[in-house]
Structures are given as structure tokens and as C-alpha cells.
């Protein structure tokens, strides 16, 4: 159950950093913040289920680990690593515009 808690949560959270770079590419920077606030915000639920789990196998717990655990850990560090990207992505289309400004 953790594994698809954290494939929806960051599930999620990737296709709303989608939207955020939408917004971007229209130089709406005010609805890219909201939509990227969203998405961490999603990417911070799909990380509580993650560390619930390490903090069972702490504990002493032992977790079976299989497939759907390896890709659910895979989704979540890929959108993880996009919203980062997007970050990067808003400060060059800020670049952008202003110089279309111009």
C-alpha cells in the first residue's frame, strides 16, 4: 500500500510540474509558483509515506521489498528531480521575457 501511496502522490506532483512549465512557457509566473507549491506539496505526502517506512525498517520491522517498491521509489526521486529542473526552467523564461521586453 505505501508503494502506491507513493506513486499517486508523485504521480500527481509530476503532472502538475507539467502544468507549472506550462504556465512558464506562457509567462505566467504567478500560476507557476501556485502549480509548483502544489506539486511539493504532493511530492511532501509521497515523502511521508517513504520515510513512515524507514522508520518502521528502523524499528526493526522487516520490509519485503518488490518491484512496485523500486518503481515507486524511482517515480518519486524522477519528479522530485523535475520540479527541481522546473525551478531552473522558471528563471530562464523570466530571462526570456525580459529581454522580449526589451
Not at 70 to 86: F, G, N, R, S, W
Request: proline share 0%; glycine share 2%.
Amino acid at each position: 500500500m505505501v508503494a502506491f501511496n507513493i506513486i499517486m502522490h508523485s504521480g500527481n506532483a509530476r503532472a502538475i510540474v507539467h502544468e507549472a512549465m506550462d504556465a512558464m512557457r506562457e509567462g505566467n509566473f504567478e500560476e507557476a509558483d501556485a502549480k509548483l507549491q502544489e506539486a511539493e506539496d504532493a511530492l511532501v505526502e509521497a515523502h511521508k509515506s517513504q520515510t513512515d517506512l524507514l522508520q518502521e525498517f528502523a524499528r526493526g520491522t522487516d520490509i519485503l521489498i518488490q518491484i512496485i517498491m523500486v518503481h515507486a521509489q524511482d517515480h518519486l526521486m524522477t519528479t522530485m528531480t523535475l520540479k527541481e529542473i522546473a525551478l531552473e526552467l522558471k528563471e530562464v523564461y523570466k530571462k526570456i521575457n525580459a529581454l522580449e521586453a526589451k
